[in-house]
T-cell receptor, first 114, second 113 residues
Framework: SQKIEQNSEALNIQEGKTATLTCNYT??????LQWYRQDPGRGPVFLLL?????KEKRKERLKVTFDTTLKQSLFHITASQPADSATYLC?????????????FGTGTKLQVIP | NAGVTQTPKFRILKIGQSMTLQCTQD?????MYWYRQDPGMGLKLIYY???????DKGEVPNGYNVSRSTTEDFPLRLELAAPSQTSVYFC????????????FGNGTRLTVT
């Protein structure tokens, strides 16, 4: 069955450093991968989309890579700030049974220490 | 622009009671979804709808029902609540094309005791 793995342990980094979060998957060939941010008590908020034929996407301080051979995505936040502290979810998607099925990982909690 | 609005924010139910979780969106999205989120388990799809009058089951539909009479509204009904339905429920919508972002509400925290 499809499996998506994100670091279950929290990631603590110093302010100003680059945070790197990983998303690994098995038994899946997604057409695209999305990253979401979730703050406590709130719903996830979409950050970035990368498609299977793309290697890298950037948006301001965010960068996502997608390696379909390794079945892995890396999510980078450069010059991290305490306001970046949140849980980050990866989600894999593609056509399934007539609709766009999106499957979520369990998320990685990022703590940026001032 | 409200986006996706869910009510109530919190609810406590006794075993066997029923309730409806409300969800409405103002983005004219055809696709709407209900997820539940349990600690360490990620978001699981309960039901989805590709348009008014059309609904289908997701991964974990047992114990739930939905309806979609309008584009804007997608209520989730819990019949005969059980402790296993204690969770945080999220409604989401999107345009439905491949990769289009999901827009989430802020959730309903439900406890069944």
């Amino acid at each position: 069955s499809q499996k998506i793995e994100q670091n279950s342990e929290a990631l603590n980094i110093q302010e100003g450093k680059t945070a790197t979060l990983t998303c690994n998957y098995t038994n899946y060939s997604p057409a695209y991968l999305q990253w979401y941010r979730q703050d406590p008590g709130r719903g996830p908020v979409f950050l970035l989309l990368i498609r299977e034929n793309e290697k890298e996407k950037r948006k301001e301080r965010l960068k996502v890579t997608f390696d379909t051979t390794l079945k892995q995505s890396l999510f980078h936040i450069t010059a991290s700030q305490p306001a970046d502290s949140a849980t980050y979810l990866c989600a894999l998607g593609g056509e399934s049974g007539g609709y766009q099925k999106v499957t979520f990982g369990t998320g990685t909690k990022l703590q940026v220490i001032p | 622009n409200a986006g996706v609005t869910q009510t109530p924010k919190f609810r406590i139910l006794k075993i066997g009671q029923s309730m409806t979780l409300q969800c409405t969106q103002d983005m004219n999205h055809n696709y709407m979804y209900w997820y539940r989120q349990d600690p360490g388990m990620g978001l699981k799809l309960i039901y989805y709808s590709v348009g008014a009058g059309i609904t289908d089951k997701g991964e974990v539909p047992n114990g739930y029902n939905v309806s979609r009479s309008t584009t804007e509204d997608f209520p989730l009904r819990l019949e005969l609540a059980a402790p296993s339905q204690t969770s945080v429920y999220f409604c989401a919508s999107n345009a439905g094309q491949g990769g289009s972002p999901l827009h989430f509400g802020n959730g309903t925290r439900l406890t069944v005791t």
